[in-house]
């Protein structure tokens, strides 16, 4: 999927659950759940948002897990939009003060791999690269030793994140400096037969008054969700979480895309907003009063108080979007009104971004190994 994100010279990560289907919705020995800690930074790590250009009341940024290499534990970016686990680390050639990284002298464990690089190029300009190598690295108490991951010796440094796990679907593969491609396992892959079942869930209520997040694995909890969950199949032959999305509803009033043959969205931690066709964010907008793009932002009063409600096509199944509508200040007019950013944003290529602002909404199961996702109403 080029358009969401290039790898030129490689580690290509992508996720796959060799996974039974029986799904239980407790935890279980060997399960685990994740705390979400988010960013005071505004993406400077290389996803695309508005939040460069937003300066939000709530706490917007980067989902973050407490990632160990070796014995250094870092905040690391948890990506379902992305493909590979990778760390700013000791090799960088710039500066690193103040900045989150992974100190490669420290570590009696990494052992690099002669002759593999990795380079990574973000649809926002950032990018990540550097040499491939393996160590220690551990997530939920779970330890994986001789984990594949890039040490990056350039890219965009950052004072909150330190890289990216990528949770992707399929197999990752690495490049040597010959050009040959050799498999090779994700952390995601090591850690599925300590799971009881290889799959993980994402609850990420956010805003005012949210409970906490978190991801959990090897199990689904039920007081994360409201209903039944519903399952959606996914679109093969991609890395991404992707699936059919051809309608939506608008103040309950339905309406097909028209605007794109595709008809595709994909779910995506690692972007911010909810980045929809320009039909469909027009159709919503036309709602807000006082709602206006500026350039390709839609912005609105920031005294708004009322929206329309949105329902999204997920595969069939219908999902709300009901939280993080107003994505905080924005700028002021000359006569002092006060603007703010939406959460809902226009995406121009063939597949929508269903990220954070959709997930703020609903709780969604990835299982890859079912070629599934699925989802349900947040308990909030």
Same mark, same amino acid.
């Given at each position: ?48 948002? *508005? ?36 760390? @700013? ?23 690099? !791999? ?32 001789? @984990? ?7 890219? @965009? ?7 990216? *796990? ?53 199990? !689904? ?13 996914? *679109? ?95 700028? @002021? ?48």
């Amino acid at each position: 999927m080029p358009q969401i994100r290039l790898l030129l010279v490689t580690l290509l990560h992508l996720l796959y659950f060799a996974a039974a289907l029986a799904i239980e919705e407790r935890a279980t020995p060997g399960s685990f759940s994740l705390p979400i800690s988010r960013a005071s930074e505004k993406y400077q790590a290389g996803k695309r948002s *508005i939040t460069s250009s937003v300066s939000g009341t709530h706490a917007h940024g980067d989902i973050l897990v407490d990632i160990t290499f070796g014995s250094q534990t870092l905040p690391i970016l948890f990506d379902t939009g992305s493909t590979l686990l990778w760390v @700013t680390s000791t090799y960088y050639t710039g500066s690193l003060s103040g900045d989150f990284y992974y100190n490669i002298s420290a570590s009696t464990t990494w052992a690099q !791999i002669p002759g593999y690089t990795y380079s990574i190029h973000y649809v926002s300009g950032s990018n990540s690269t550097g040499v491939v190598g393996t160590d220690n690295v551990s997530m939920g108490g779970i330890t994986v030793p001789g @984990t594949v991951l890039g040490a990056a010796n350039s890219g @965009t440094p950052s004072t909150a994140v330190a890289g990216f *796990i990528g949770m992707p679907r399929g197999s990752m593969s690495v490049k040597n400096s010959a050009g040959t491609t050799i498999n090779k396992n994700t952390f995601m892959q090591n850690i599925a037969s300590s799971l009881p079942t290889p799959i993980f869930a994402v609850y990420l209520p956010w805003g005012s008054g949210a409970a906490a997040s978190s991801i959990d694995f090897g199990y !689904i909890d039920s007081s994360k969700y409201t209903g039944t969950l519903s399952t959606v199949p996914l *679109i093969s032959g991609t890395f991404a979480w992707a699936f059919t999305s051809t309608s939506y509803y608008v103040n309950g009033v339905k309406h097909s895309v028209t605007s794109t043959t595709n008809g595709k969205a994909i779910i995506d931690t690692g972007t911010t907003v909810l980045r929809v066709y320009p039909e469909i964010a027009s159709t919503f907008y036309a709602g807000v009063t006082g709602a206006y793009q500026d350039g390709t932002i839609w912005v609105f009063p920031c005294s708004t108080t009322t929206f329309p409600s949105l329902t999204l096509d997920v595969g069939g199944v219908q999902a709300p979007v009901s939280y993080e509508i107003n994505f905080g200040f924005y700028t @002021t007019l000359p006569n002092g009104t006060r603007i703010c950013g939406g959460g809902i944003q226009v995406e121009t290529s063939s597949e929508m971004i269903f990220g954070e602002v959709f997930l703020a909404s609903n709780y969604v199961v990835f299982n890859d190994a079912a070629s599934t996702i699925q989802i349900a109403n947040i308990v909030f």
